[in-house]
């Protein structure tokens, strides 16, 4: 599975992005997707989660200001993140999980800067 993340950039505190991630080179349908992150000097974090059904889970910091989708039929998977704070700057990472497998892939990070 390649993995490609995009929509990062540099944002004011209180404004949007929405982070997205096209997959290829697997059946979309059989992976788990999730977004992760990590901060400068800090471990890499989940930040959401979609399921093959649909379920998302969300990390307690970002919930009720970021939904997760996933668009089947584009193979892509999206994170739109609102009310924006400092501390969500990180480079932003996509992750796929084969459900069946339990192979992890990872695609090359996004940069999220928010100013203050």
């Known amino acids: 599975v390649q993995l490609q993340a995009s929509g990062g950039g540099l944002v004011q505190v209180g404004g949007t992005l929405r982070l997205s991630c096209a997959a290829s080179?697997?059946?979309?349908?059989?992976?788990?997707m999730g977004w992760y992150r990590q901060a400068p000097g800090k471990q890499r974090e989940l930040v959401a989660s979609?399921?093959?059904?649909?379920?998302?889970n969300y990390a307690d910091s970002v919930k009720g200001r970021s939904t997760i989708s996933r668009d089947g039929s584009k193979n892509m998977v999206y994170l739109q993140m609102n009310s924006l704070q400092p501390e969500d700057t990180a480079v932003y990472y996509c992750?796929?999980?084969?459900?069946?497998?339990?192979?992890?892939?990872w695609g090359k990070g996004t940069q999220v800067t928010v100013s203050s």
């Open positions: 080179g697997s059946t979309f349908v059989s992976n788990d």
């Open positions: 979609i399921t093959r059904a649909g379920s998302r």
């Open positions: 992750n796929a999980r084969d459900y069946y497998s339990g192979v992890e892939y």
